[in-house]
């Protein structure tokens, strides 16, 4: 089974609706992170966690929102979803310097 | 502006032949690292330097990182199909949270 785990893999939606992509992880990691991946523009840190009680935003974090349920999930919500945030998502947790990714989520808004 | 720059971005080239791809900055990292990414999945960690001058050797992979760890690169030798994917170089700032993510080099090695 894999470590970190996203769903849903791909979602279509339209501008304006609520989205919330989910995070699971079973590596027992604190840190959780949500990146965006454009084409040309590599991953931007959208936000950060450190444990359950550290949220912190990163580069990018306008229009959206996260939440850390427990250790093991963390969610990314999107209030009202926008043409340019169509993009691929991951998950990631980190240890040791290294980072390890979920399989991503692949959101288009239309 | 992205403070890694990757190049080149795209690389198409027949199995058997030797290639490099590089992850240039001006600004100093204390570590480099390499990912791979393969398509519908996330990116995996090659290697990892941190040494100025260091190099590591992965199988046929072969990472280098500059002397004023400002650069790097990721030499592959007789590349093979199973090689195709997106490289990404991702530099440490000592920022205690965030790597500093190059755009990649997607690379196709035909049969």
């Known amino acids: 089974d894999a470590d970190v785990t996203q769903t849903p893999r791909n979602r279509i939606t339209k501008t304006g609706k609520r989205i919330m992509l989910e995070c699971s992880q079973t590596k027992g990691h604190d840190r959780m992170y949500w990146y965006r991946q454009d084409p040309g523009l590599g991953l931007r840190l959208i936000y950060y966690s450190f444990d359950v009680k550290d949220i912190n935003k990163g580069e990018i974090s306008d229009g959206y929102s996260v939440s850390r349920q427990a250790q093991a999930k963390f969610s990314l919500s999107l209030e009202s979803a926008i043409p340019n945030q169509t993009a691929l998502y991951f998950c990631a947790t980190i240890e040791g310097g290294t980072q390890y990714f979920g399989p991503g989520t692949r959101l288009t808004v239309l | 502006t992205q403070l890694l720059e990757q190049s080149p971005q795209f690389l198409s080239i027949q199995e058997g032949e030797n290639l490099t791809v590089y992850c240039n900055s001006s600004?100093?990292?204390?570590?480099l690292q390499w990912y791979r990414q393969e398509p519908g999945e996330g990116p995996v960690l090659l290697v990892t330097v941190v040494t100025g001058g260091e190099v590591k050797k992965l199988k046929r992979l072969t990472f280098q990182f500059g002397d004023a760890r400002k650069d790097s690169s990721l030499h592959i030798t007789a590349a093979q199909p199973g090689d195709t994917g997106l490289y990404l170089c991702?530099?440490?700032?000592?920022?205690?949270?965030?790597?500093?993510w190059g755009a990649g080099t997607k690379l196709i090695i035909k049969p």
């Open positions: 991702a530099g440490d700032m000592d920022s205690n949270y965030q790597l500093i």
């Open positions: 600004s100093v990292f204390s570590s």
